[in-house]
């Protein structure tokens, strides 16, 4: 057997790709909520307070303020939600990633869904304030976006 024959095609190079940065969104949502977790039984204003004076702002100003104050309001409680919203969060990202992989329709079909409802509040946000960040968000959600309805589209016109 050749080794041509298993040579990942063009459209599962790209949902390879699409996979992976799914799952690297669930990683990295997934150590959020471990990091929510460090935060369990700890006291949090003491903790802003000394995050805020780590990178070198005034505690007393305005934005470190309310900063500080929210997370003086944070409960065990809440933390616990945040940490277990998470875990979930980064769940679907898991399944979704895996399925992409394998080159599944319904993972496709999700995954355009799923990155088409976010674009009304990108581009609200890239209209209010033009900066890198946001530009980078919208372009890489645009190209997905993009790109897995390319597939589903080329996918129906193969049917009928």
């Excluded at 150590?31 to 070198?56: D, F, M």
């Excluded at 993009?146 to 589903?152: D, H, T, V």
Aim: net charge positive.
């Amino acid at each position: 057997m050749s080794g041509s024959a298993h040579r990942p095609t063009y459209r599962q190079k790209g949902l390879h790709m699409v996979a992976l940065f799914e799952a690297a969104k669930g990683a990295l949502v997934l150590l959020t909520g471990c990091g929510i977790l460090l935060l369990i039984h700890t006291n949090l204003h003491l903790a802003a307070e000394e995050l805020v004076r780590e990178i070198h702002l005034n505690p007393s100003s305005h934005y470190p303020r309310i900063f500080i104050d929210a997370a003086s309001h944070l409960t065990n409680t809440r933390l616990w939600a945040l940490a277990v919203s998470a875990l979930c969060y980064a769940t679907i990202r898991f399944v979704e990633a895996v399925a992409l992989w394998r080159a599944r329709v319904w993972a496709e079909w999700f995954g355009l869904l799923s990155g088409a409802v976010y674009l009304p509040v990108e581009l609200f946000e890239v209209s209010r304030r033009v900066t890198w960040p946001r530009l980078t968000v919208l372009t890489v959600n645009l190209i997905i976006v993009a790109y897995l309805g390319s597939l589903l589209y080329a996918e129906r016109q193969r049917k009928g």
